[in-house]
């Protein structure tokens, strides 16, 4: 047999275009992609009527483990992720312990092992304490890279002050992933609100000043020392000239994400309907910046879609604002919103395989990720671009349990995945074991 798996007739998506065609696969890659013969492959996968996409690739995900595995772990993470056509993470170091040395990362490759559901990386945080280690830390297989937080958010990752940062650039080369907003203005204003407060100030504390300030400084030291940064999850208007320049200066170096959450949601409604379930850091913002993040999309500003997946119990979300932590689950339903951007007429397929695989996979370096063409790995999800989904509670997998597009109709939804050759969702639901692997890069040592 040529083919182990032909997947036949659907309309394959790339930054270029939709093209009707048949893609051959042969063991865990992709060796064919055109009009193919059916009568040359063990499995043929009719996909008429369907998208073939490059299976997403998320940049930023919580899983929580170890430590707060009541609220996620890498089973249950990679499980939504999969089941939302994700075939690839990249997850954050906020963990506890944190992600911040050579022993907690293979830790968490450890126990992905035989776990994960999808192709994982884990992101190293800065600290004051590893600066010296960080250029052989971003190295270490398995990890996409570094992270930094220069605002604190969930849990004590942290690395305040422009000497540390430009410490943090100096030491290595490879793309930095940052989460930026001021964490001297965060405390200023932190202490200034009432405690209780309601959650619809939540916008007004981590203000987008705070955003503005710290990623200017952020593209300063940038420049300053040739490091190629990741701006995570902009929110405001007001950094969006900020990174346009940095990005007319320095081609290629300055990159930048947002998540479907910033696009689809704004405040004060979203916190009056949803109370604290639509508090995470940087803010949902007015609709003002949410339409500038919207022109800034279409402008190509944005360089990946991110879910910025951050799963919170719905007890732990009860307390009374700001005690109620910040963060939403995003990583399941990611590409459900995308597609029912696309179909409102507001995105284009090729931004969605654009933003959501070919850029990560190029940007990070990920080796043979992110495109349908011959040698890349066969990370694929079909997707019904009609079908309509109300998205309830219960299809909810993430171990938080809720999500904020509940009651929300979706129109596009993955129906089958495949990840490194082999269908892992088949008709929306999880066949086999978990067969993730740790992703591999084109960074040497
Ligand atoms: O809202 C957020 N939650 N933003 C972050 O940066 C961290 C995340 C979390 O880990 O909960």
Same mark, same amino acid.
């Given at each position: 047999m040529?083919y182990?798996?032909?997947?036949r007739?659907?309309r394959i998506?790339s930054?270029?275009?939709?093209?009707?065609?048949?893609?051959?696969?042969s063991?865990?890659?992709i060796?064919?992609?055109?009009?193919l013969?059916a009568d040359t492959a063990e499995q043929v996968?009719d996909?008429?009527?369907?998208?073939v996409?490059?299976?997403?690739?998320?940049t930023q995900v919580?899983f929580?483990?170890p430590g707060m +595995?009541h609220k @996620?772990?890498?089973?249950?993470g990679t499980?939504?992720?999969?089941?939302?056509g994700?075939?690839t993470?990249?997850? %954050?170091?906020n963990t506890?312990p944190p992600?911040?040395s050579?022993d907690?990362?293979?830790?968490?490759?450890?126990?992905?092992a035989?776990?994960a559901?999808?192709d =994982?990386?884990?992101f190293?945080?800065?600290?004051?304490?590893n600066l010296d @280690?960080l &250029?052989a830390?971003?190295?270490?297989?398995?990890?996409?890279g570094?992270?930094?937080? %220069?605002?604190?958010s969930?849990?004590?990752?942290?690395?305040e002050?422009?000497?540390?940062?430009h410490?943090? #650039?100096t030491n290595?080369t490879?793309?930095v992933?940052?989460?930026?907003?001021?964490?001297?203005?965060?405390r200023e204003?932190?202490?200034a609100?009432?405690d209780?407060?309601p959650?619809t100030?939540?916008p007004n504390?981590r203000?987008a000043e705070?955003a503005?300030i710290?990623?200017?400084q952020?593209?300063q030291?940038? *420049?300053?020392?040739?490091?190629?940064?990741h701006?995570?999850?902009?929110?405001s208007a007001?950094e969006?000239?900020?990174?346009?320049e940095? /990005?007319?200066?320095q081609v290629?170096?300055?990159?930048?994400?947002?998540?479907p959450?910033?696009?689809f949601?704004?405040a004060p +409604?979203a916190?009056e309907r949803?109370?604290s379930?639509a508090?995470m850091?940087?803010p949902?913002?007015?609709?003002e *910046?949410?339409?500038?993040?919207?022109a800034a #999309?279409?402008?190509?500003i944005?360089?990946?879609f991110?879910?910025?997946?951050?799963p *919170?119990?719905?007890?732990?979300?009860?307390?009374p =604002?700001?005690?109620s932590p910040?963060?939403?689950?995003?990583v399941q339903t990611?590409?459900?919103?995308?597609l029912?951007?696309?179909n409102?007429?507001?995105l284009? #397929?090729?931004?969605?395989?654009?933003l959501?695989s @070919?850029n990560p996979a190029?940007?990070f370096?990920?080796?043979?990720?992110?495109?349908?063409a011959p040698?890349?790995l066969?990370?694929?999800?079909?997707v019904d671009?009609?079908?309509?989904?109300?998205? @309830?509670r219960? %299809?909810?997998?993430? /171990?938080?349990?809720?999500s904020?597009?509940?009651?929300?109709t979706?129109?596009?939804?993955?129906?089958?995945?495949?990840l490194?050759?082999?269908?892992v969702v088949k008709?929306?639901?999880l066949i086999g074991k978990?067969?993730?692997q740790a &992703?591999? =890069?084109?960074?040497k040592?």
């Amino acid at each position: 047999m040529l083919y182990d798996t032909l997947i036949r007739g659907g309309r394959i998506v790339s930054s270029q275009g939709v093209h009707e065609g048949d893609v051959g696969i042969s063991g865990d890659k992709i060796v064919s992609v055109g009009s193919l013969a059916a009568d040359t492959a063990e499995q043929v996968i009719d996909a008429t009527g369907l998208l073939v996409l490059p299976g997403l690739i998320d940049t930023q995900v919580h899983f929580r483990e170890p430590g707060m +595995e009541h609220k @996620e772990d890498l089973e249950s993470g990679t499980r939504a992720a999969i089941l939302g056509g994700v075939t690839t993470i990249f997850e %954050m170091p906020n963990t506890s312990p944190p992600t911040t040395s050579r022993d907690a990362l293979h830790d968490k490759l450890i126990r992905a092992a035989g776990r994960a559901w999808c192709d =994982y990386g884990f992101f190293v945080g800065a600290t004051a304490e590893n600066l010296d @280690e960080l &250029a052989a830390l971003e190295l270490l297989p398995g990890s996409p890279g570094i992270k930094i937080f %220069m605002g604190s958010s969930t849990g004590s990752l942290l690395l305040e002050g422009r000497e540390f940062l430009h410490a943090a #650039l100096t030491n290595g080369t490879r793309r930095v992933s940052v989460h930026s907003e001021d964490e001297q203005r965060l405390r200023e204003r932190k202490a200034a609100a009432a405690d209780p407060c309601p959650v619809t100030e939540h916008p007004n504390i981590r203000d987008a000043e705070s955003a503005r300030i710290s990623t200017e400084q952020l593209l300063q030291v940038s *420049h300053e020392t040739g490091r190629p940064v990741h701006v995570l999850h902009v929110s405001s208007a007001d950094e969006i000239p900020l990174i346009r320049e940095a /990005k007319r200066q320095q081609v290629g170096r300055v990159t930048a994400e947002v998540t479907p959450q910033h696009l689809f949601f704004s405040a004060p +409604e979203a916190y009056e309907r949803l109370g604290s379930l639509a508090q995470m850091n940087p803010p949902i913002r007015s609709e003002e *910046h949410r339409q500038a993040l919207w022109a800034a #999309l279409q402008q190509g500003i944005f360089d990946i879609f991110g879910s910025d997946h951050a799963p *919170h119990t719905l007890d732990e979300k009860a307390k009374p =604002y700001p005690h109620s932590p910040s963060g939403m689950p995003g990583v399941q339903t990611m590409l459900p919103v995308l597609l029912t951007f696309f179909n409102q007429g507001r995105l284009t #397929l090729e931004q969605v395989a654009s933003l959501s695989s @070919e850029n990560p996979a190029r940007l990070f370096g990920l080796r043979n990720k992110g495109r349908i063409a011959p040698s890349f790995l066969a990370d694929l999800v079909l997707v019904d671009p009609a079908r309509k989904v109300q998205f @309830e509670r219960s %299809m909810v997998v993430s /171990k938080c349990g809720w999500s904020p597009y509940e009651g929300e109709t979706f129109t596009g939804w993955p129906v089958h995945v495949i990840l490194q050759g082999k269908s892992v969702v088949k008709e929306g639901e999880l066949i086999g074991k978990p067969s993730g692997q740790a &992703a591999e =890069y084109n960074w040497k040592a």
